[in-house]
């Protein structure tokens, strides 16, 4: 079988579960922490979205994207999600891809209040974050740690929720699986992004390569990542507020 990268693979567990909840077509889209864009321009060419504002905090990133210039629906900022540079009540949809608890922790409850800030009346946000188990997560420990992180920006919308900022319409949990060919490309794609500067030394990357291939399969390296996405929606100025 022909083994594709963890960001095809973890693009389409990601694509099918927004198409479960979400329906993008003509919706004015903002995506927050967009990355290198691989999601946004899966949105715009198989979604059928009016406009997509892809945002992405990280300057070398943005400075990559800002050379895409054949999706002509998607327009590139950069800016973090607790100060949106947006108006207020101009977007349908606020999409966060694994990227919410990349905020710092003291700025979570004020992206969330911008992000309903920006959102029309009745429009959603898809908030879909890792959740930190199995093994994936436990090699990942040795050198990156996210648990704290990730259960603050769970908290984050805990709040947001009973503080009525918005209210959840679902919560949706699955797990998308990746296999990778070699270790080699397991460091490639972990250590090769922007927005974190890893350092490892021998010793721990003797250990991490020691625990990765315990998980060798014949189809390569395989693991499931849980995942949690919820969908949050602004309310109407006609709506009576949630008990």
């Known amino acids: 079988m022909k083994l594709i990268g963890p960001a095809e693979q973890a693009l389409t567990s990601e694509?099918?579960?927004?198409?479960?909840?979400?329906n993008l077509r003509g919706a004015s889209v903002l995506e927050l922490g967009c990355g290198g864009a691989e999601k946004t321009r899966a949105m715009a060419e198989r979604t059928g979205p009016a406009s997509i504002t892809a945002v992405e905090i990280d300057?070398?990133?943005?400075?990559?994207?800002?050379?895409?210039?054949?999706?002509?629906?998607?327009?590139?900022?950069?800016?973090?999600?607790?100060?949106?540079?947006?108006?207020?009540?101009?977007?349908?949809?606020v999409i966060m891809f694994k990227s919410l608890h990349h905020v710092p922790q003291s700025s979570l409850d004020q992206a969330l209040l911008e992000i309903c800030r920006v959102l029309k009346p009745g429009g959603l946000a898809y908030?879909?974050?890792?959740?930190?188990?199995?093994?994936?997560?436990?090699?990942?420990?040795?050198?990156?740690?996210?648990?704290?992180?990730?259960?603050?920006?769970?908290?984050?919308?805990?709040?947001?929720?009973?503080?009525?900022?918005?209210?959840?319409?679902?919560?949706?949990?699955?797990?998308?699986?990746?296999?990778l060919p070699s270790f080699e490309v397991?460091?490639?794609?972990?250590?090769?992004?922007?927005?974190?500067?890893?350092?490892?030394?021998?010793?721990?990357?003797?250990?991490?390569k020691r625990r990765f291939m315990q998980h060798e399969r014949d189809e390569g390296f395989v693991f499931q990542i849980p995942n949690r996405v919820d969908l949050l929606k602004k309310r109407n100025f006609y709506e009576s507020e949630p008990d």
């Open 15 to 22: 694509l099918k579960v927004l198409d479960r909840m979400l």
């Open 59 to 93: 300057t070398i990133q943005h400075q990559k994207n800002l050379n895409i210039t054949d999706l002509p629906k998607v327009t590139f900022k950069s800016y973090g999600a607790q100060e949106i540079a947006e108006p207020d009540n101009s977007f349908d949809t």
């Open 127 to 179: 908030l879909s974050e890792p959740v930190f188990a199995g093994d994936f997560n436990e090699i990942m420990r040795l050198f990156h740690d996210e648990e704290l992180v990730r259960q603050q920006a769970f908290d984050a919308i805990i709040r947001a929720i009973d503080n009525k900022v918005m209210v959840l319409e679902e919560e949706y949990f699955f797990k998308n699986t990746i296999r």
């Open 186 to 208: 397991y460091l490639d794609n972990i250590l090769g992004v922007t927005h974190t500067n890893h350092k490892l030394d021998q010793t721990t990357i003797a250990e991490v």
